[in-house]
C-alpha cells in the first residue's frame, strides 16, 4: 500500500460569489484532526488540547478557488486513522458570518455532532468518510446516509493518473438538478406509498433532501418528534406482521470469535419474553446449528401516535391528562415514558384510566432501573434547604426502592417527605414510605418524585422498553431500535452476529424483498441468497424504501436537449459501476447510500458494488480527488 494524497476541489461554480466553502476533519476514534503541515496541505495530526473547537480551513472564498487555506490532505501508508469524517460547508456569507464552530472533549475523543438538515445552526454541509488500515487498506465513502445536500464526486488514480474508479455525482450534475428529480420521480412511480414520501425534500437553509430515517428522527427544540405524524412511522406495520409470522426462513449467519458461521431457521413465537421488560413481544425464533437468536416485531413496542395523530397531554405532579382521550394508543400498566417534565427512563405508567373504551388520563409511578450500588445519598428535611450538613447513607436504588447498607437506626433522619439527593437520581426525589425490621431500625424506604406542572400541551411517548422510543418505522429505515438491539446477549460475537442477523432483515425489508423470497429451498441460506440477489430488490408494488430506490435509480432528464452534449444529456443521479446491474423495475442502480447499511450484498458472488464507496481502494492507488459539484 501507498502513501496517498487527498485532493480537494472546490467546483461550485460562479453562480456562488457569496459563499465560502470551509472543510474540517476529525476521527473521534483515533482522536486526529486537520491540521495545516505544509502551505495548504493537511494531514491528521493528534489532538494535544483537551478541548476546544475543531480546525476549520477555507476551500476557496466565494465562490472562488482564490488564497485557499487547505487544497489536498496526505495519508502515510503506515498510518492508522479510524472512522474519520471530512466535512464540506456551503456557508452563505449573508446568512453565515463566521466559520463554523465544532467542539471536542476529551482529547478529540468526543466530538460535538452537526445537526441533521434541515436545521439553521450550521451552513449546509456534506462530508466523506476516510479510514486508512495500513494491513486492509484505504476506505472512502460519500456519504449519503443522511440524504442529500450536494453533489460530490470521488475519484481514485494510480501513480500515473490513471483513474481507477469514481462514486458519488457525474461532474455534469448540479445540487439544484438532483433536488429537483425527486418530485418528478416519486410522482411517476405506481406504488400507493408514493406520497408519505413527497415530505422528504424541504426548502429550510437552502434545501435538500432527507433520508426517511433522520426525517422520523428529526426533533423540535422541545425535543419533540416534528414529524411523528407522518405515515412514514407505521408504512411497514403489515409487513412486519407478515415477516415475523412467518416460519422456515434460512439466514445465513456470520461468523464471529466463539460464534460459527451457520444458518439460522426461522420459526415465529408469539409471545416471547422481552428482555429488560416486563412484557412479551412477537419474536421470530433463529436456530443454527449451535446458537439461538430472537429478533422481535417493533410493532407496537412504542406508541407515539393515537389513531395517526400526536398524544398531547398535562401533567399535574404524576397524573397525565391526555387533550383528546385515546381511542386506539394501547398503552399499557408499566409502560415507560418519555416527554416534557420526565427525567430521562424514571417514569412509567401506574394506572390507566378509562371512561367507555378512551384512555382519559394515566397515572405513573417512578422507575429509576437499577442505579450504582453502594452510592451515598443524602436526605434533606425539605425543599429549600442545602444538603451541607444533612445526613447521609450508603444505599443501592432497584425500581423505586432504597434499600440500605447498614439499617439507618436514627429514625429521625428518614421520613416520610424528606428530599433525596444522590447517584442517579434527578428532579424533587422524595420518600413515599419505609420499612423498618424488628428493631425499628429502617432497612428501606420507597422514593417518588413530584412532576409538578411542565409544559402544558405536550407530546408524550409511550414504550414497552426503557430508553427506546421510536416507531417501527423508524427502526426500519434507520436500522436502530430493536433492529440494534442485543438485548440480555452479553456476550461480543453473539452481539455483533444477531445485529448482523438484525441487519440483514431491516436491509430485506428497505429493499422490498423481506417477505417476497422463498420459505424452501434446495440449498441452505436460501433466504439471505435470495435477499442478497440485486435483481429482486425494489419490486413494484411492494412496501419498500423508495427514497433509496430514487437514490440508486433516477435519472435527471433535461427539458430541453440543445446540442448532445454530457451536460443536457440524461444522467444518472450517482454514477453506475461498469458492472450495476438491473432492480426489479429493470432499471440500472447506481452507486449510492439509500438507507443506513446500504451495503453490498451478503453470500452473494459477483455482486454489483452498490455503495457509494471504495472498499478498499485499489492496492495502487496513490491519490484520491474528492470534487464539489456545481450549486
Not at 468518510?129 to 476506505?139: I, Q
Not at 481502494?617 to 470534487?627: A, L, Q
Request: hydrophobic fraction near 35%; aromatic fraction near 10%.
Amino acid at each position: 500500500m501507498s502513501s496517498i494524497t487527498i485532493s480537494l476541489l472546490n467546483q461550485i461554480g460562479s453562480n456562488t460569489k457569496n459563499y465560502t466553502v470551509y472543510v474540517l476533519g476529525f476521527s473521534s476514534t483515533s482522536k486526529k484532526q486537520l491540521a495545516i503541515t505544509s502551505g495548504t496541505t493537511a494531514k491528521f495530526e493528534t489532538i494535544t488540547a483537551a478541548s476546544g473547537d475543531l480546525n476549520c480551513f477555507t476551500l476557496g472564498q466565494k465562490g472562488t478557488t482564490a488564497n485557499p487555506e487547505i487544497t489536498a490532505i496526505t495519508v502515510d501508508a503506515d498510518e492508522v486513522i479510524k472512522g474519520a469524517r471530512i466535512y464540506f460547508f456551503f456557508s452563505d456569507n449573508s446568512v453565515f458570518t463566521a466559520p463554523p464552530k465544532i467542539s471536542f472533549s476529551g482529547n478529540g475523543a468526543n466530538v460535538v455532532n452537526v445537526p441533521n438538515p434541515p436545521n439553521t445552526s450550521y451552513a449546509p454541509y456534506t462530508f466523506a468518510e476516510f479510514t486508512n488500515d495500513p494491513t486492509y487498506g484505504a476506505v472512502i465513502d460519500s456519504q449519503t446516509v443522511d440524504g442529500f445536500t450536494a453533489p460530490v464526486t470521488i475519484e481514485i488514480s494510480d501513480k500515473d493518473g490513471n483513474s481507477l474508479g469514481e462514486v458519488g455525482q457525474p461532474l455534469t450534475l448540479n445540487r439544484q438538478q438532483v433536488i429537483d428529480t425527486y418530485a418528478p420521480f416519486i410522482n411517476a412511480l405506481k406504488d400507493s406509498t408514493k406520497n408519505h414520501f413527497l415530505d422528504l425534500q424541504y426548502s429550510t437553509n437552502g434545501g435538500g433532501l432527507l433520508n426517511p430515517g433522520a426525517f422520523l428522527n428529526d426533533v423540535s427544540a422541545a425535543n419533540e418528534y416534528t414529524n411523528v405524524e407522518s405515515q412514514l412511522n407505521t408504512l411497514f406495520d403489515n409487513e412486519l406482521n407478515t415477516f415475523f409470522a412467518t416460519d422456515n426462513l434460512s439466514i445465513q449467519g456470520v461468523a464471529k470469535d466463539s460464534v460459527s458461521a451457520q444458518v439460522y431457521k426461522s420459526e415465529s413465537v408469539k409471545e416471547q419474553p422481552l428482555p429488560g421488560s416486563p412484557f412479551t413481544q412477537q419474536a421470530l425464533k433463529l436456530t443454527g446449528k449451535d446458537n439461538t437468536f430472537y429478533v422481535y416485531n417493533p410493532v407496537g413496542v412504542c406508541i407515539l401516535t393515537d389513531n395517526g395523530k400526536a398524544i398531547t397531554g398535562s401533567i399535574d405532579d404524576l397524573t397525565l391528562t391526555f387533550d383528546t382521550p385515546l381511542s386506539e394508543a394501547n398503552i399499557q400498566e408499566k409502560m415507560y415514558v418519555r416527554g416534557a417534565g420526565i427525567p430521562a427512563d424514571m417514569i412509567s405508567v401506574k394506572t390507566v384510566h378509562k371512561s367507555g373504551d378512551k384512555i382519559q388520563s394515566v397515572d405513573f409511578t417512578c422507575d429509576f432501573g437499577t442505579l450504582p450500588p453502594n452510592s451515598t445519598y443524602t436526605f434533606i428535611p425539605g425543599q429549600g434547604i442545602g444538603p451541607k450538613g444533612q445526613p447521609t447513607f450508603v444505599g443501592s436504588i432497584v425500581g423505586n426502592t432504597l434499600t440500605f447498607q447498614t439499617p439507618v437506626t436514627d429514625v429521625s433522619a428518614v421520613k416520610v417527605g424528606y428530599i433525596v439527593e444522590g447517584a442517579g437520581l434527578a428532579g424533587i426525589v422524595s420518600i413515599a414510605s419505609v420499612t423498618t425490621d424488628q428493631a425499628k431500625a429502617i432497612t428501606s424506604c420507597t422514593i417518588s418524585m413530584s412532576l409538578g406542572k411542565p409544559a402544558p400541551h405536550s407530546q408524550y411517548y409511550f414504550s414497552k422498553l426503557q430508553g427506546m422510543f421510536m416507531s417501527s418505522g423508524n427502526m426500519v429505515f434507520a436500522n436502530q431500535g430493536l433492529f440494534a438491539h442485543t438485548g440480555d446477549i452479553t456476550d461480543a460475537g453473539e452481539q455483533d452476529v444477531i445485529q448482523n442477523l438484525q441487519n440483514q432483515i431491516v436491509t430485506a425489508f428497505c429493499r422490498g424483498v423481506a417477505n417476497t423470497g422463498p420459505t424452501s429451498g434446495s440449498s441452505e441460506g436460501y433466504t439471505s441468497t435470495y435477499w442478497g440477489n440485486e435483481e429482486n430488490w425494489y419490486p413494484e408494488g411492494v412496501v419498500q424504501n423508495l427514497f433509496s430506490l430514487f437514490m440508486h435509480t433516477a435519472i435527471y432528464t433535461p427539458k430541453v436537449v440543445t446540442d448532445g452534449d454530457m451536460d443536457d444529456l440524461p444522467t444518472p443521479l450517482f454514477i453506475q459501476d461498469p458492472n450495476s446491474t438491473q432492480c426489479a423495475r429493470n432499471t440500472t442502480m447506481g452507486q449510492a447510500y439509500g438507507f443506513a447499511y446500504d451495503e453490498n450484498p451478503m453470500f452473494v458472488n459477483a455482486a454489483a458494488p452498490v455503495p457509494s464507496k471504495f472498499d478498499p481502494v485499489p492496492i495502487d492507488t496513490t491519490s484520491i480527488t474528492i470534487t464539489l459539484g456545481k450549486w
